[in-house]
């Protein structure tokens, strides 16, 4: 099983749709969770921290499940500039600190 | 402010060659970090620093890579000799006072080895 999963997609949607991604990971220890943004060729973005209590940054909306070991994105109102690859990265410090990627979700929004 | 500045943004060399590749991380990020990614394997992480000191080097795939952090400001990843499974994306990121914070990364260095 790889320690950070992600629906690998590609999601297409119209645009003003709504989309979810889910994420699960292994380790429960895990610290710190977070989406980034990944345009084509270009380095990844951070979109937002993930907290337990859950987060919004307009749009967004981001939580975290400790007990089931997942932590979804929500994206309201879809914009086609909201096409890219959303990853799913967690930090970790259990028997040495890590950082891991998921494999990333990519995400087409059309007219 | 500048960001996370990476140079060469592109490399193509021939398979034996050494390959260095540079990092700048944004001014007073304590930590950087080196990153790889692929097709197959997605972002994997190299190694980490901390104040210019490799703190966990555990993602390096073999002794043909090695990296360094001569001062807070710079830091060098070399490939030698360099093979074309090596051929990737190579970014450096840095965070500010934790590892746990969020990670600034710089454009990538593409790298070809034929």
């Known amino acids: 099983r790889k320690e950070v999963e992600q629906d690998p997609g590609p999601f297409n949607v119209p645009e003003g749709a709504t989309v979810a991604f889910n994420c699960t990971y292994s380790?429960?220890?895990?610290?710190?969770f977070f989406w980034y943004r990944q345009d084509c060729r270009k380095e990844p973005k951070l979109l937002m921290s993930?907290?337990?209590s859950g987060n919004e940054d307009g749009r967004f909306t981001a939580q975290l499940n400790r007990a089931s070991q997942y932590i979804s994105l929500l994206i309201r109102d879809s914009k086609l500039s909201d096409s890219a690859t959303y990853l799913c990265v967690v930090a970790q410090g259990t028997g040495g600190f890590k950082t891991i990627f998921g494999a990333g979700t990519r995400l087409f929004v059309k007219a | 402010d500048a960001g996370v500045i990476q140079s060469p943004r592109h490399e193509v060399t021939e398979m034996g060659q050494e390959v260095t590749l540079r990092c700048k991380p944004i001014s007073g990020h304590d930590y950087l970090f080196w990153y790889r990614q692929t097709m197959m394997r997605g972002l994997e992480l190299l190694i980490y620093?901390?104040?210019?000191?490799?703190?966990?080097d555990s993602g390096m795939p073999e002794d043909r890579f090695s990296a360094k952090m001569p001062n807070a400001s710079f830091s060098t990843l070399k490939i030698q000799p360099s093979e074309p499974r090596d051929s990737a994306v190579y970014f450096c990121?840095?965070?500010?006072?934790?590892?746990?914070?969020?990670?600034?990364f710089g454009p990538g260095t593409r790298l070809t080895v034929l």
């Open positions: 620093f901390n104040n210019n000191v490799p703190i966990d």
């Open positions: 380790n429960s220890a895990s610290q710190s």
């Open positions: 993930v907290y337990s």
């Open positions: 990121a840095s965070s500010l006072a934790s590892q746990y914070d969020t990670q600034y």
